[in-house]
């Protein structure tokens, strides 16, 4: 909480999400104004986890790995998983705090007038805040245990790239394999992370209302799965001697 950072990113946050939509064209229509706070409140989070959150969860790891930290807290008797864990959450709190600001500006600000419609989008807005988070979390684990065993720009890199690959690469992975008759193909298709699930963004902005349960859960488990193989790569590749 010492680093200054840390702080900026909150700020940035605010900043971003207040003024961002003021250059749309809002004066036109007023009404997209709303869902242009709501879309950048998750473009910023979205932001956050391609830049500063795993670049910290990567220099904290080889950091403490690199300065002698985790043998030392070994020999105090801390193992392996509390310390991974432990350096996680370090930054896993900031990206709960940008989660949170999302949220409270989607269901003040933004909230619709309608008690309908104001219903579906508070419950929208926690299933965008539980997947998310379902997607982030995993990533600074990995972040973070790949810092203690190798260089802070690779620790940086490999998850960026399963982000980019799971968000944006899909459009033109799905042809190539979703639809492909071979069942390697296949396997590799469902083996890949599938974090554009997890963008509910076009859902708040065009206010489709919040997704049944029967999709949330599926979703929720597929994310889970994945993140569940992620951590426990990241657990078998944290390395505590310096």
């Known amino acids: 909480m010492g ?4 702080w900026l990113l909150l700020l940035g946050a605010s900043l971003f999400i207040w003024i961002a939509p003021l250059l749309t064209p809002w004066e036109e229509n007023p009404q997209i104004l709303q869902p242009a706070r709501a879309q950048a409140a ?3 989070a979205w932001l956050a986890l391609f830049t500063w959150l795993p670049f910290q969860a990567s220099a904290l790891g080889h950091r403490m790995r690199r300065e002698g930290m985790l043998e030392h807290l070994r020999a105090g008797g801390t193992g392996r998983v509390s310390q991974c864990l432990q350096l996680t959450a370090a930054v896993m709190v900031w990206m709960l705090a940008i989660v949170l600001i999302a949220v409270i500006f989607c269901v003040t600000w933004t909230l619709p007038k309608r008690p309908e419609e104001a219903q579906m989008w508070i ?7 539980a997947v998310f988070s379902l997607c982030a979390v995993p990533l ?5 245990a790949l810092g203690t065993r190798t260089a802070e720009v690779i620790a940086f890199m490999v998850p960026t790239a399963l982000l980019a690959v799971g ?3 899909f459009a033109w992975l799905a042809p190539i394999l979703g639809g492909a008759d071979s069942s390697p193909l296949q396997s590799l298709w469902l083996a890949l992370p599938h974090y554009h699930l997890a963008d509910l963004t076009p859902r708040l902005v065009f206010k ?4 049944s349960s ?11 799965l994945q993140g569940a193989a992620l951590s ?5 590749l944290f390395r505590v001697r310096s």
Do not use: H
Not at 123 to 129: K, M, R
């Open 208 to 211: 489709m209302g919040p997704l």
């Open 140 to 144: 600074l684990l990995l972040a973070v």
């Open 123 to 129: 419950t929208l807005t926690l299933q965008y805040a």
């Open 3 to 6: 680093r200054g950072s840390c």
């Open 232 to 236: 426990i790569l990241g657990l078998c």
């Open 42 to 44: 998750w473009v910023y």
């Open 167 to 169: 968000l944006f690469g």
């Open 214 to 224: 029967a999709d949330f859960l599926g979703i929720a488990g597929i994310l889970g």
